[in-house]
Each structure stands twice: as structure tokens, then as C-alpha cells.
């Protein structure tokens, strides 16, 4: 099973849609997940942390469920600017690698006029 | 402003020539890390540093060098002996605070072979 798993996409919806993403992560110990956004051939960008009882910035929402190691980010009212990929991140959790982050290969949202 | 400092934007790599990518920054982070990119793939850690004068291999260190020797720098040399150089190189660095806070990226190095 890979370390953390996305759908890639593409998820092509109408501005105004409400669009969810779906992670799942296989090492139980992970202690930290983040979802990021990145925009085509820039830097990802940290786009909110993800706490187990759920949390909301805005128009979007996170959401963690450990026992299933599942991760979702729903988006609310997609404008056109929320066309990026959207990366789910794992933190590694022990040892001396702590700080160390698991990527998913992220996926690919299009928001259409 | 703090923030990550990653210079060159563009390189460019004639086969056989070690190339050096610049990471700084002022954000006072304690670790800094350097992934790679290919097209349609996720991010790979290359190598990270939690303190100054110690970094780690990271899952393909392979062909790749680092030296921590400021807390503000972390630079990355591609050696001759990666054989596929080409992809887009990110810098990142964290804080520590009972966690290991999220990372920050700066605006990356984009490395291609003559």
C-alpha cells in the first residue's frame, strides 16, 4: 500500500460546485496531516492543517478520521482561482524523522466558468 | 520579509559538471529539507537537516551532496553521478515547537541537462 494515496484527478466542475478530495495514509503513527495547494510549476503552498476533530478556514474543510487513516479537504462555492492540485500530507511521526513529510502526488482540480 | 530564498530559478547541467543549488532562510528555522519533483509525480526528500552540522539521507539521496554549516543555508550539489537530473528542486524548512510545525517552501530550482 502506498504511503499516501490520492485520486489524481482530474475533477473538472462548474464554478459554485462543491468538490471533495479523499487521502488515505498507511502508517498508523502519523501524527501531523496538512493539505497543501499547488499552482502549475510553482512551490506548494500550505493551505490548512488538519485536526482530528475537524476544522474549517473559509470556504474549505478538513476533516481526519484515524481509525480508517482518511483524510478529506471539501471545498465549498469553487471559484475559478481554486484551480491548483491539492496535495495531502502525512507527517512521518517517530524517531528522528519527525519532521519529515509524506507527500501524495496530489490531485488535479479545474473550476470552469 | 522572512521567507525561503532558492536561487537559481533556471539551471542547467552539462553532463560530467557538479551543479550547487542555493537554499536561504531568515525565518529562524531549526530544519531544512530538499525534495524533488517530476512531472506528474509527488515530492521525494532528497536530504534534511534538523540542526546545523548534521543532515540526513532522505529516500533518494543517491548522486546528490549537502552541507548544513549555517542555520540560514542549506545548499544541494548535483553530482555527476545523478544520472537523471532533471526535474524541479524544492527547499523547505520547519519549526520545532513541541511538534514539528508545517514546512515552507521556497519558489523552487527548475535543473535541466544541455
Avoid at chain 1, 495531502?88 to 502526488?105: D, E, P, R, T
Avoid at chain 2, 521567507?3 to 539551471?11: E, F
Avoid at chain 2, 546528490?64 to 542549506?74: D, M, P, Q, T, W
Avoid at chain 2, 521556497?106 to 535541466?112: E, F, I, K, P
Wanted: charged share 20%; proline share 4%; with cysteine.
Amino acid at each position: 500500500r502506498k504511503e499516501v494515496e490520492q485520486d489524481p484527478g482530474p475533477f473538472n466542475v462548474p464554478e459554485g460546485a462543491t468538490v471533495a478530495f479523499n487521502c488515505t495514509y498507511s502508517n498508523s503513527a502519523s501524527q501531523s496531516f496538512f493539505w497543501y495547494r499547488q499552482d502549475c510549476r510553482k512551490e506548494p503552498k500550505l493551505l490548512m492543517s488538519v485536526y482530528s476533530s475537524g476544522n474549517e478556514d473559509g470556504r474549505f474543510t478538513a476533516q481526519l478520521n484515524r481509525a480508517s487513516q482518511y483524510i478529506s479537504l471539501l471545498i465549498r462555492d469553487s471559484k475559478l482561482s481554486d484551480s491548483a492540485t491539492y496535495l495531502c500530507v502525512v507527517n512521518m511521526g517517530y524517531g528522528g524523522s519527525q519532521g519529515n513529510l509524506i507527500f501524495g502526488k496530489g490531485t488535479k482540480l479545474s473550476v470552469k466558468p | 520579509d522572512g521567507g525561503i530564498t532558492q536561487s537559481p530559478k533556471y539551471l542547467f547541467r552539462k553532463e560530467g559538471q557538479n551543479v550547487t543549488l542555493s537554499c536561504e532562510q531568515n525565518l529562524n528555522h531549526d530544519a531544512m529539507y530538499w525534495y524533488r519533483q517530476d512531472p506528474g509525480q509527488g515530492l521525494r526528500l532528497i536530504y534534511y537537516s534538523q540542526i546545523v552540522n548534521d543532515f540526513q539521507k532522505g529516500d533518494i539521496a543517491e548522486g546528490y551532496s549537502v552541507s548544513r554549516e549555517k542555520k540560514e543555508s542549506f545548499p544541494l550539489t548535483v553530482t555527476s553521478a545523478q544520472k537523471n537530473p532533471t526535474a524541479f528542486y524544492l527547499c523547505a524548512s520547519s519549526t520545532y515547537r513541541g511538534a514539528y510545525q508545517p514546512q515552507h517552501f521556497g519558489d523552487g530550482t527548475r535543473l535541466s541537462i544541455l
